[in-house]
């Protein structure tokens, strides 16, 4: 996918937090902190929460710094692996 067909596929905070959940977790979502895989989804805050060690985190957590730019803007940012 190239950055015009990215920046047209992901044109809300919703597209964009799905599409980087997919991306950071290919194979499930995983606490960041201990590694554990049962996490229970935050709607309303756009976060997860642990079932391990209830440490609460998002799709950004740890891996890019939120306060940069909308969601939508940082996907297209991103370097892609």
């Not at 799905?18 to 935050?42: D, N, T």
Request: overall charge positive; proline content about 4%.
């Amino acid at each position: 996918m190239n950055l015009i067909e990215l920046t047209t596929k992901i044109d809300s905070e919703e597209k964009a937090r799905a599409y980087l959940e997919r991306v950071r977790w290919p194979f499930g979502v995983r606490c960041p902190r201990c590694g554990h895989k049962h996490v229970s989804r935050l709607e309303s805050y756009g976060k997860f929460e642990c079932a391990k060690c209830e440490y609460q985190f998002s799709v950004t957590s740890v891996s890019m710094d939120t306060n940069l730019c909308d969601l939508s803007e940082r996907v297209v940012l991103r370097p892609v692996s």
